[in-house]
């Protein structure tokens, strides 16, 4: 494991650099993986040759795994487990900064690429068939780079943000064997089209048909590192935005990820929906979303995130019937820096393609967060735009995308030549960005 915060400030470099840990610190770390249901099937990819095949989403605080019939192009099972990598920051650009390290560096891609075996072999003892032949893994950049130890120091650089950044690794042979495939079985990692616009969203692209659409529509996969894409009905206009943890539940005093125990909504008569049911334990993102509008339209946070009615230094309750999770300014503040990178990227986005908010047919989201999301709020608090055909949450995109690549399907031209927009070096951000801080309509 990574060295704890006392550890660092108790122990030298060079004592952490030779594995000394302090036993005050030590606690036993188990990884949790379950099984996903409810995906859709898998749809637009072709028969492929016999066998199974694997695909990988490789997200900033999830891994998620599938198992592939080739033959049939239909998933056999599928699960979610925890990123190491959270361990070494919840924010992509901490872990980022950790791995310039190499002895760091060389860590993270070793327990990545571990977890991903553990999460692979969850499914072949659930479901025996032979060592899978083909994999096929997607994630947004810096995940790339991490896992294979190549490339992610270029991400610390605004300048290369814009341009191609190969993360593939030397050799994929330790890969095949730690990771249960046939000797001879194809590793692939669908290359990112260009600094932190990964290929989980040319994955999720993909999966959605964006590209098919005839009327303009908005792809937002929300996560610590959130990517746009915005189909105008002819070409595809890409983005990456730093949301910041808070959208995994992560930052915010009563947040938690998208599991068991956690409020996912909560409509406007204050009835709160818990993931798995039982004793609501935090708000994971949507269920932050749902109670900044809900205190928003009651007048306890104003229009620039102000609390006012209610003693700051108490909080905010979320719900009657969970007075003990409440909401405080920093979270809001949290909130408010998460939704305004990514509102102002949106803005970007249209600016730059010529499209009005009012010329948008409909935005889908995807990512943990954009399975509970409640369209309205995230539009009422300025999140989203409000598109005439409204939001429609569309789950695990970058692992379907995946799954289809598995069994032959392509991305399509569009998506190999998007266009993509390096927010950091875009006139104006930071004045959007500032204006977007705000807790009003899109």
């Known amino acids: 494991m990574p060295p704890s915060g006392a550890e660092r400030h108790h122990l030298t470099p060079d004592e952490l650099a030779h594995g000394w840990r302090l036993a ?32 990988v989403d490789l997200g900033s605080t999830r891994v998620r795994v599938s198992l592939i019939d080739r033959a049939r192009a239909s998933r056999g099972a599928a699960a979610v487990g925890p990123n190491p990598q959270t361990g070494h920051g919840a924010d992509v650009l901490s ?90 079985a194809g590793i692939r990692l669908v290359p990112s089209l260009a600094g932190f616009v990964g290929s989980d969203l040319t994955a999720g692209v993909l999966a959605s048909g964006l590209t098919g659409r005839r009327q303009p529509h908005l792809l937002v996969d929300f996560g610590t590192n959130t990517e746009i894409a915005l189909w105008d009905g002819r070409r595809l206009w890409v983005t990456a935005a730093a949301g910041g943890p808070a959208f995994e539940g992560s930052g915010v005093s009563c947040g938690m990820a998208a599991d068991p125990g956690a409020v996912f909504r909560i409509d406007q008569a204050g009835r709160v929906q818990v993931i798995g049911g039982g004793a609501a334990l935090g708000l994971c993102g949507s269920g932050l979303v749902d109670a900044i509008a809900r205190l928003r339209s009651s007048g306890h946070i104003d229009a620039v995130g102000r609390v006012t009615g209610i003693d ?13 999770i409440r909401l405080h300014g920093r979270d809001i503040d949290a909130f408010q820096r998460a939704k305004a990178a990514v509102a102002a990227g949106i803005d970007c986005l249209l600016d730059k393609a010529g499209i009005g908010v009012a010329d948008l047919e409909r935005v889908l989201v995807t990512g943990a967060f954009g399975q509970g999301l409640d369209g309205g709020n995230a539009a009422g608090i300025g999140l989203l735009p409000a598109s005439r055909g409204g939001t429609q949450a569309l789950p695990d995109l970058p692992l379907q995308g995946a799954e289809r ?38």
Request: charged share 20%.
């Open 24 to 55: 005050c610190q030590a606690r036993r770390v188990l990884p949790v993986w379950r099984e996903l249901g409810d995906l859709p099937p898998i749809q637009g990819g072709t028969v492929a040759a016999p066998g199974w095949g694997i695909a």
């Open 95 to 184: 872990r980022l900064a950790a791995a310039q390290d190499p002895a760091v560096a060389a860590g993270i891609a070793e327990q990545t690429a571990a977890t991903i075996g553990a999460g692979i072999r969850f499914l072949l003892d659930r479901h025996p068939v032979p060592p899978p032949q083909r994999l096929v893994l997607v994630g947004n950049t810096a995940m790339l780079a991490l896992l294979a130890n190549r490339g992610h120091a270029r991400l610390l650089d605004p300048d290369q943000w814009g341009v191609f950044i190969d993360c593939r690794p030397s050799s994929t042979a330790g890969w095949r064997r730690r990771w249960h495939l046939a000797p001879s």
């Open 405 to 442: 690549m598995v069994c032959g399907a392509r991305l399509a031209g569009p998506s190999r030549r998007a266009l993509v927009i390096n927010l950091s070096a875009v006139p104006g951000y930071e004045d959007r960005f500032i204006h977007r801080l705000r807790l009003d309509s899109f």
């Open 312 to 324: 700051p230094k108490a909080g905010c309750p979320v719900s009657a019937g969970c007075p003990h």
